[in-house]
């Protein structure tokens, strides 16, 4: 049995909330469901799974359920099924190895009905989910420790002291040998950088190589153990590192190509769904990074053109402002989240000129519509309304900083009939694509400006402006 939180809705979904399910499952399901297959053992791929036969597999288990579902055994909720559903492709499937990412937590989450795994894993813990998962490090340590299993080799990466003695704790307990992984060495790449962008991946990407290389070896496909100390990595392994990777929502950087400019990414959307205060604070340090990279490439791709002193002189009359397009669940505390990505991006010289706050629009119509829903003319903004406070206060404060800029740019003041409410330094906008909009807008009606717009706060929202950027 898992344990159904008491702030949760008990009652089973409707067949129109599982038209979300599908909805949202469609558009990442390369994150929610990775079909792996192995040649030869020296090489692996990813392959996503069609939107057909995703479909295929929701309804014949969706179907069965509904058929067997009572007062006493209700459908399954948002995440059992989810679960379900995974294991049902998997076995369809007929995959060499299956990886289960834990929804919420651990200990009762739909996916720790396996018994018996080959290898488990735990990354950097951090303050999330924290009304279920406990308001300590060590109440959610312990939460996380409930997927290990006895006997069954375990692997963490280096976590604070309070969260490390839990997990130590509980290990010992089940005979569970736990080893902490540090970080992979830049130098152990070629020369290469690792596929995901963020320094963080470094220590994500140690305990990728742990838990592979000891899957590989209790299965008996690779005669290694975890190398410990190594000076160097299997070339398999470099090449799975170091590979080109998508991973939507994450660190994703998308030109908006709906704009018929001469020069392209005038309007670029940089998309991470960080959603907790570690996680902003390494969203913020890439942002930054990214934005300033990005700026210095166009500067010398135009230097290069033949025509370098009119593109010189274009590049140099364009201004980068960075736009901030944020929403987080009412169960986040914006008073964390906030400060958080604001003092990370001025640490790195990087203010923003306006923030855009707006509600989360994933909802479809029907099943494998991609269209987005009209907007809601009564839609509650009284949480954007809270999050724009929160915004306003900081900025007033000038967010431990008094180089951000006092006065909007002349090119941000336009359209701002389009937003609810319009603050010196934010905006509510009743609608996502309202405020995608006067982005675009704001770009078309001024040559010289160039937006760089952050969306984080939220998967859920970094979805729906995929969904409309990309459409």
């Not at 995703?54 to 209700?74: G, H, M, Q, T, V």
């Not at 900081?394 to 389009?418: A, F, Y």
């Amino acid at each position: 049995m898992w344990l159904v939180p008491k702030e949760r809705d008990p009652h089973a979904p409707s067949l129109n909330q599982y038209y979300v399910i599908v909805a949202s499952a469609l558009d990442f399901s390369h994150l929610l469901i990775s079909l792996m297959f192995a040649k030869d053992f020296g090489w692996m791929g990813e392959v996503d799974i069609s939107e057909e036969k995703f479909l295929e597999y929701f309804w014949w288990s969706f179907n069965r359920l509904k058929e067997k579902a009572n007062d006493d055994i209700p459908m399954p909720t948002y995440f059992r099924f989810l679960a379900l559903l995974a294991f049902k492709i998997f076995a369809g499937e007929k995959v060499d190895v299956a990886i289960l990412e834990v929804g919420l937590g651990g200990k009762f989450d739909a996916t720790n009905v396996v018994q018996a795994p080959v290898v488990c894993g735990i990354s950097s813990l951090g303050y999330d989910h924290m009304e279920i998962l406990g308001y300590t490090l060590g109440a959610i340590a312990g939460e996380k420790a409930g997927i290990f299993k006895h006997g069954v080799p375990a692997f963490t990466v280096p976590q604070p002291d309070e969260a490390m003695r839990v997990l130590e704790e509980k290990a010992s307990q089940l005979d569970v040998p736990l080893q902490t992984v540090p970080p992979v060495d830049a130098n152990l790449l070629n020369g290469l950088k690792l596929g995901l962008e963020g320094e963080h991946q470094y220590v994500n990407a140690g305990l990728a190589v742990a838990l592979c290389s000891t899957w590989l070896q209790r299965t008996g496909h690779l005669d290694i153990t975890h190398p410990e100390n190594t000076t160097s990595l299997p070339e398999q392994f470099i090449k799975g590192l170091t590979a080109t990777v998508s991973l939507q929502g994450r660190a994703q950087i998308v030109p908006d190509h709906n704009i018929n400019n001469e020069s392209a990414g005038d309007l670029t959307f940089y998309l991470d769904g960080a959603h907790s205060p570690e996680s902003m604070e390494i969203c913020a340090r890439w942002f930054s990074l990214s934005t300033k990279e990005n700026s210095q490439e166009k500067t010398l791709d135009s230097s290069r053109s033949h025509d370098f002193v009119q593109r010189h002189t274009d590049v140099e009359a364009k201004k980068n402002s960075q736009i901030l397009l944020f929403n987080c669940m009412s169960v986040r505390d914006p008073q964390l989240l906030l400060p958080n990505l604001m003092k990370t991006c001025a640490s790195h010289g990087v203010y923003f000129k306006k923030a855009l706050f707006v509600p989360n629009t994933s909802v479809y119509h029907k099943v494998g519509s991609h269209s987005l829903p009209p907007t809601d003319p009564q839609v509650d903004l009284s949480w954007q309304f809270s999050l724009q406070r929160v915004w306003e206060n900081l900025m007033g404060n000038k967010g431990g900083d008094d180089r951000i800029p006092d006065t909007l740019p002349e090119e941000l003041r336009d359209d701002v009939e389009m937003a609810v409410k319009n603050c010196e330094n934010s905006a509510v906008f009743s609608s996502l694509p309202s405020a995608i909009k006067w982005l675009r807008d704001s770009v078309r009606h001024n040559q010289s400006a160039r937006f760089q717009v952050l969306v984080t706060g939220s998967l859920h929202l970094v979805g729906d402006v995929l969904r409309l950027v990309k459409k």
